[in-house]
């Protein structure tokens, strides 16, 4: 026998039957003469809106005068919820009860136990718009207003869920909300998720919410160079992990383990992968020539190697490394001060041949700098300057160059990346990355909306701006004259 729960309905009153259509009329009204009295300057506004609002609120939940019964089936279980509600308001917010309820007046619904669960608070929204959400019940409340083309509410989740995915939760969400983002096609939500764990994978590989990764996302985040991870041997380890967890076919995992970038490894830790690695050892037939080219990489100056091999592929295509070989952390405090310079170094390159030499590195960064073309040009006018452009028009800039010049620089250019860290939910999370080859000139939203004079600025944590730099070494083939 069915259990069912939830059921209230109170004695119909006169006036009830008629708030919902009242309530709308009055909105309207109000806003009519809004604009009729807009041009009076006695002219004075008496809002009773929330008082409205509450009264919708307990017209639901007193269910006086309803004319719609709405059942509730939890699936897989016999619990049955009850509601009494009010056609007008259902159809008002949605197409689907407008045409599941024509001609009706009792409706039996199923759905899983997560969306059943969150019925009574997906209704409440259709009467007052207004809904509080936890992490956990994202994904089934954006399933109800999908299912019910609550476009408003569809809209609203899933910008909670793009500016909640460095929120903490003991399972981690991320992972979870982009294999949903998939299911249902909702490609800017897949993207954002998708962005997020590329620029946080270093984190996310260290929680339990990397056994949840799917074959078909871990293939995608192989692919891409923007991972934000300590190195490469870090992530072939993870990848390990996985493979162990889940033991999928052969085919599977050696098309993972040919997406790792080996080049990227030291020989040292190579020679330990090929004998200490499970994964390796029973796989090694397939990604054998990927390690004796890696080899022969770390065994030749880039330059020698470039001649024999095509290196403009992605194996040679450093990822977004947090090593001190690969960059350095930059903590610039009250950033809209003044100018600031720092220095570091950087290993020349991932081959072996080149572990000793080292570049350094200068950085500039100016708060406000200006391009020559927009500053003021003075004159002995009274007027002064010609332009009205002021020197705080100008945006955040930075410029990196090498200290010194070499020939080794010789088949390589060196792209810069930074990362920009923020605090969100009391968790610290790269939420912005720049690429480009000398200075962010080059890139036209650099900090564009950080607003650096501003502490409560997302950009700054207690007051500094957090960067990571990062030089990326990018190797070109050598163009051969035929004699």
Same mark, same amino acid.
């Given at each position: 026998m069915a259990k069912v729960i939830g059921v209230r309905r109170a004695t119909p009153r006169r006036w009830a039957c008629s708030l919902a259509s009242l309530s709308l009329l009055c909105l309207a009204v109000q806003a009519v003469q809004k604009a009729d009295l807009g041009g009076d300057s006695t002219v004075a506004t008496i809002n009773h809106s929330l008082s409205l609002l509450q009264r919708l609120q307990e017209l639901l939940h007193s269910g006086n005068a309803s004319d719609t019964t709405l059942r509730v089936r939890t699936t897989g279980s016999d619990e049955i919820k009850v509601f009494y509600t009010h056609q007008l308001m259902l159809s008002l917010q949605s197409e689907i009860f407008e045409s599941l309820l024509h001609n009706q007046t009792m409706l039996t619904l199923h759905e899983p136990?997560?969306? +059943? +669960?969150?019925? $009574?608070? %997906? #209704? @409440?929204y259709l009467y007052c718009g207004e809904i509080s959400i936890l992490l956990h019940q994202a994904i089934p409340l954006h399933r109800l207003a999908s299912k019910y083309h609550v476009s408003s509410l569809q809209r609203g989740v899933a910008e909670y869920m793009k500016s909640h995915l460095a929120s903490e939760s003991s399972q981690g969400h991320v992972v979870s909300w982009y294999h949903y983002a998939m299911r249902i096609g909702d490609e800017a939500l897949q993207e954002s998720c998708l962005q997020f764990l590329a620029w946080n994978l270093s984190a996310v590989m260290g929680t339990a919410e990397w056994a949840s990764v799917s074959i078909d996302l871990l293939l995608l985040l192989l692919e891409r160079s923007d991972l934000v991870l300590q190195s490469e041997l870090e992530l072939y380890t993870a990848v390990e992990e996985w493979v162990s967890t889940h033991q999928p076919e052969s085919p599977v995992v050696e098309k993972m383990l040919r997406a790792v970038r080996y080049p990227m490894i030291s020989p040292s830790h190579l020679f330990h992968l090929q004998k200490q690695s499970s994964v390796m050892v029973k796989h090694y037939n397939a990604v054998q020539d990927l390690l004796f080219q890696a080899f022969q990489f770390h065994s030749a100056s880039p330059i020698h190697f470039a001649k024999y091999f095509d290196v403009n592929c992605s194996m040679f295509l450093p990822r977004n490394y947090l090593s001190t070989s690969w960059g350095s952390q930059w903590v610039i405090n009250n950033p809209a001060r003044d100018d600031r310079s720092?220095? %570091? !170094?950087?290993?020349?390159?991932?081959?072996? &041949?080149?572990?000793? =030499? @080292? *570049?350094?590195?200068? /950085?500039?960064?100016s708060p406000r700098w200006l391009p020559v073309s927009l @500053?003021? *040009?003075?004159?002995?006018? /009274?007027?002064?300057?010609?332009?009205?452009?002021? #020197? $705080?028009d100008g945006r955040p800039r930075l410029v990196i160059t090498p200290a010194t010049t070499s020939s080794d620089f010789a088949g390589v250019s060196f792209q810069k990346t930074i990362l920009v860290g923020v605090k969100q &939910?009391? =968790? *610290? %999370? *790269?939420? &912005? +990355?720049?690429?480009? &080859? !000398?200075?962010?000139? $080059?890139v036209a939203d650099f900090l564009m909306h950080a607003d650096l004079q501003k502490r409560t600025s997302e950009y700054l944590i207690d007051n500094s701006l957090h960067l990571h730099i990062i030089i990326k070494p990018v190797y070109h083939s050598l163009i051969k004259v035929k004699k």
């Open positions: 136990p997560d969306s +059943a +669960a969150l019925f $009574e608070k %997906f #209704i @409440r720092t220095s %570091f !170094q950087t290993q020349l390159g991932p081959s072996n &041949h080149d572990s000793s =030499k @080292r *570049v350094t590195w200068n /950085v500039l960064f @500053r003021p *040009v003075y004159s002995d006018s /009274v007027s002064g300057a010609i332009q009205s452009i002021r #020197i $705080e &939910h009391g =968790k *610290v %999370f *790269v939420k &912005h +990355a720049y690429s480009f &080859h !000398q200075s962010t000139d $080059e």
